[in-house]
Each structure stands twice: as C-alpha cells, then as structure tokens.
C-alpha cells in the first residue's frame, strides 16, 4: 500500500549492491534524482537527515556527510528520473548501460507510471504490453529488474493481517503472470502475547517514527505456480539513515 516503504526497500538494494560494485540503474518517477541520491548518502552515514534537520544538527555531521557523499558518487548506480516513462526508452536506456558498464539489475519505481505509444488508448493493453516488455528485457540483456506497484483498493477488514496477495496488485494480472516473484510490504508489530505478527496502524506506524522506534517491514515473498515461500521481517533503523537488516526471530541486531 502507499506508505509502507517500496522505494526505501529497492534504495536499500541499491545502496547495498553499490557498495559491492554490482552496477545498477534505476527509474525514479515520483523522485528526483537529487531525493534518492539524498537517501542512499542518508543510508551510507547512518544519519537521521530528517532529524537532524528538524533539531538544527546537520551541520555537526558535515564532514561524516561529505565523505559519505563522496563514496555515493564513486558507486556504479544510473538513477532517471522522469516523470512518465515509455518502454521503448527504458529497453534503450538500459541496453546502453548494459554494453557501457555491465550492469546487473535495474529498479522500475513505479512501473504504474511506464507506458506503451501502442497501446496508450487501453490501460488493460497497456499494462500488459509493458509486463512482457519488462519480463523479455531482463531476458535480452540478462538483468534483474525489480519493480515496484501499488495494491489497487486495500482491505480495511484485512488489517490484521501481515501480508498482502499478490492478485490484489493494482491493475491486470499480467503484472502478476509476468514476474518472476512478488514481495508485499507491510509494517508490522508483534501480536497479542508476543506470537505472530499484525500489521501496523496508521497512528502506531506515526508513534514509532516520531520516537525512534525500531519498525519492523515484512517481506512476505510469493513465487508464481509455487504458492507463498518466505514471510521474512526486515528491521527498518530510521535513526540509521533506515537502513534496513533481517531479522527472522523478530529482534533487533539479530
């Protein structure tokens, strides 16, 4: 659903095969490139930017921030940024990158915002034209390409529950057919008596923000023809520029 973390769970990605040198691109529709840069350097000092601006303390970390900024540039990730992308650019983009500099995976957020000129009069067409586009250049160029999409009407009565189904993406379920796995996101806590996990309210998820709380994000990752594979929590460190670690018996650090 909106809000519960796809960019920073793919920035997170990002950040961290960049510091492998694995090289990457990504389309950023509803971010500049001057946003994402500013998180993944958040990710690399461990920083709180958000914070920190609010208490007036940027300016004590300037060294540890233009250091950090300095190793964000040298990582091998091509970020665009537009608005509203056609599939025949991104097939362009990313195949130039894939001679130029050998890059492994590719980050679509949000692929709702790619379109087809020869389907641009059906959204049905269109969406299904766009997955098997997405699915035969990863094939072509032998890359990874995560994408990110919202569900379409989420269910108020599911609250409770920790994950989402894939069929409830939004749109046709070509994006489902088409992609290789899905993962949902969703904010957790734990349940009554400490067993399970629930997902989170609005005003937990606020509360927890605002103090620094650890947040847990479940990954529940579902593979197409193979049913449900792995509900795995992630332990989301706002006051660590949110960078994001496993954690599969639910504590911090684990």
């Known amino acids: 659903k909106t809000g519960q973390f796809k960019s920073m769970f793919c920035q997170n990605i990002m ?24 998180r993944l350097v958040q990710l690399e000092a461990g920083l709180n930017f958000r914070e920190l601006r609010y208490q007036r303390e940027m300016f004590r970390y300037e060294k540890q921030i233009m ?19 056609d599939i025949g650019f991104i097939k362009g983009f990313l195949a130039r990158l894939k001679r130029s500099e050998g890059i492994a995976y590719a980050v679509v957020d949000l692929v709702d915002h790619v379109v087809s000129t020869r389907y641009k009069d059906s959204e049905t067409k269109n969406e299904q034209f766009v997955a098997q586009q997405l699915k035969q250049i990863a094939k072509e160029l032998d890359i990874g390409i995560i994408q990110t999409t919202h569900v379409a009407k989420p269910d108020r009565k599911a609250i409770a529950h920790a994950w989402i189904d894939p069929d409830e993406m939004k749109g046709s379920s070509s ?63 706002v006051n660590e520029g949110a960078r994001m670690m496993p954690s599969l018996d639910g504590r911090y650090g684990s």
């Open 175 to 237: 994006k489902s057919q088409d992609a290789d796995a899905a993962i949902s996101l969703v904010l957790v806590k734990h349940g009554e008596m400490g067993v399970g996990w629930e997902a989170m309210t609005r005003d937990e998820r606020m509360d927890a923000l605002r103090t620094g709380e650890p947040l847990y994000l479940m990954a529940a990752i579902t593979k197409n023809r193979s049913g449900e594979m792995a509900d795995i929590p992630f332990i989301v460190n």
């Open 15 to 38: 950040w961290r095969l960049g510091r492998q040198g694995i090289p990457g691109a990504a389309f950023t529709t509803e971010m500049t490139v001057a946003q994402v840069t500013e």
């Open 67 to 85: 250091e950090a900024a300095a190793d964000i540039e040298n990582y091998p990730i091509w970020i665009n940024d537009r608005s509203l992308l």
